[in-house]
């Protein structure tokens, strides 16, 4: 079975920093998906970012962006510019390409704060 | 926003009755689940379903039952409510293709005492 370990239970960030969110995964696949998602404290869960194991490019979506290495297992989030909405629990995702339900297996989360 | 609506959005319940939690969608998506989030946890799959009245056991199923009459509806049932199942449930929505990323509901805060 897979699982995601997301290793810093807690981080904080100075407004306008940039901070790196780690993630690493055990897989015996070579094809999948990796997910971020952010949890702010109204508790609804919001996808932040997506990367698929076959593209060699990170994925980036505005002030976030991934680093995906691969054969280390590992998919980081940054936050660049980082703002106070970005306060939140962020979650790493992992699903198998060959997983027919569509299943995600989450890490435990880490809690970003962002200091003004 | 994806179509998703929980409720009830919070309950608390006595240890030892039943208790159904409903998701509603509007995307008729064909993929739906459940999950229950605890601290250090993260989000943990209780059962999911892949359409009407097909559904499967997650990691976490002991004590939860569900259901899935209809495309837009799935029910999670906790028979005899437990202490330990106090607890914050996710419904997810996925499609059957594209992305493969889940849409989350809003979530229920569900307290058994």
Not at chain 1, 19 to 36: A, H, I, K, R
Not at chain 1, 49 to 58: D, F, L, M, V
Not at chain 1, 71 to 84: M, V
């Amino acid at each position: 079975a897979q699982t995601v370990t997301q290793s810093q239970p807690e981080m904080s960030v100075q407004e306008a920093e940039t901070v790196t969110l780690s993630c690493t995964y055990d897989t015996s696949e070579s094809d999948y998906y990796l997910f971020w998602y952010k949890q702010p404290p109204s508790r609804q869960m919001i996808l932040v970012i997506r990367q698929e194991a076959y593209k060699q490019q990170n994925a980036t979506e505005n002030r976030f962006s991934v680093n995906f290495q691969k054969a280390a297992k590992s998919f980081s989030l940054k936050i660049s510019d980082s703002q106070l909405g970005d306060a939140a629990m962020y979650f790493c995702a992992y699903r198998s390409a060959n997983n027919a339900g569509n299943m995600l297996t989450f890490g435990g989360g880490t809690r970003l704060m962002v200091k003004p | 926003d994806a179509g998703i609506t929980q409720s009830p959005r919070h309950k608390v319940t006595e240890t030892g009755t039943p208790v159904t939690l409903r998701c509603h969608q509007t995307e008729n998506h064909r993929y739906m689940y459940w999950y229950r989030q605890d601290p250090g946890h993260g989000l943990r799959l209780i059962h999911y379903s892949y359409g009407v009245k097909d559904t499967d056991k997650g990691e976490v199923s002991d004590g939860y039952s569900v259901s899935r009459s209809k495309t837009e509806d799935f029910l999670l049932t906790l028979e005899s409510a437990t202490s330990s199942q106090t607890s914050v449930y996710f419904c997810a929505i996925s499609p059957i293709s594209g992305g493969y990323e889940q849409y989350f509901g809003p979530g229920t805060r569900l307290t058994v005492t």
